[in-house]
């Protein structure tokens, strides 16, 4: 009978520890809320000059385009078996680093007369090859549509060129020249504001919490008896604020 009585006291303290944890969790929420409300304005001021910026940056970023060639690599053979299809594709590998040499971007720079490094166009020029097929593709982003279309196929010629010299082989060739895009790649204005905007919010959030922090006055009395561990019996008055206030 003991044993039963203190069993049931352990289940109403464990009860009642566990109502008081809520309790304490909804007042934690409660004044998060009250404090996020109350210092609106500066939440506001924080994040507005960020979502503005992510408007200009989505306005004022310039359309790009992009220009693709594919070149095909083939040994002159109409049917090709498993192993020579295998080869070619290990020879891929090896060619799109030829693709993008630092003698090939010269080549390209000086036939187009363009005013830039070697190791940029290089950093710029995309040279793919398609899974499981002998196909390379080539591309170049650009905000001139005419200039990514003609460095693009430039950099193919030049590449055939090179393998030509350096390998000996003459089993690359283009099948499809770059086209000059009439369309710039999407750009996702609405999702850069959309970040902007979080972010703002998000840092306008952290200085309410960060003022709130650091701010170590202590304004109510509840402040004092969370502190102390136990109750105000009396407030004293600041006859400052009171006198300003009968003036």
Not at 153 to 180: D, G, Q, S, Y
């Amino acid at each position: 009978m003991k044993g039963k009585k203190e069993e049931e006291n352990l289940m109403f303290e464990r009860d009642e520890m566990e109502d008081n944890t809520d309790f304490m969790n909804l007042e934690f929420f409660m004044n998060l809320v009250f404090l996020l409300l109350k210092r609106w304005k500066v939440i506001i001021i924080v994040a507005v000059p960020i979502m503005i910026l992510g408007v200009n940056y989505a306005r004022t970023r310039p359309n790009i385009y992009k220009a693709e060639a594919t070149l095909m690599l083939s040994s002159g053979q109409r049917k090709l078996n498993t192993a020579e299809m295998s080869r070619n594709q290990r020879m891929i590998s090896s060619y799109t680093e030829i693709a993008r040499s630092k003698s090939i971007m010269r080549n390209v720079i000086a036939k187009l007369d363009l005013d830039m490094e070697p190791e940029n166009v290089a950093n710029l020029v995309k040279v793919t090859p398609i899974d499981d097929t002998e196909f390379i593709k080539i591309s170049y982003m650009d905000g001139n549509p005419q200039k990514a279309a003609l460095l693009v196929n430039e950099v193919a010629r030049e590449f055939i060129t090179k393998i030509k010299k350096v390998m000996i082989f003459e089993n690359l060739k283009i099948i499809e020249k770059a086209e000059v895009p009439k369309e710039a790649i999407p750009i996702k204005r609405k999702l850069i504001i959309g970040v902007s905007t979080i972010l703002g919010l998000m840092l306008g959030i952290f200085v309410v919490l960060a003022m709130e922090f650091f701010h170590t006055k202590l304004r109510k009395a509840e402040d004092i008896e969370k502190i102390m561990g136990c109750s105000v019996i009396l407030n004293i008055p600041d006859f400052d604020i009171l006198e300003e206030g009968e003036k």
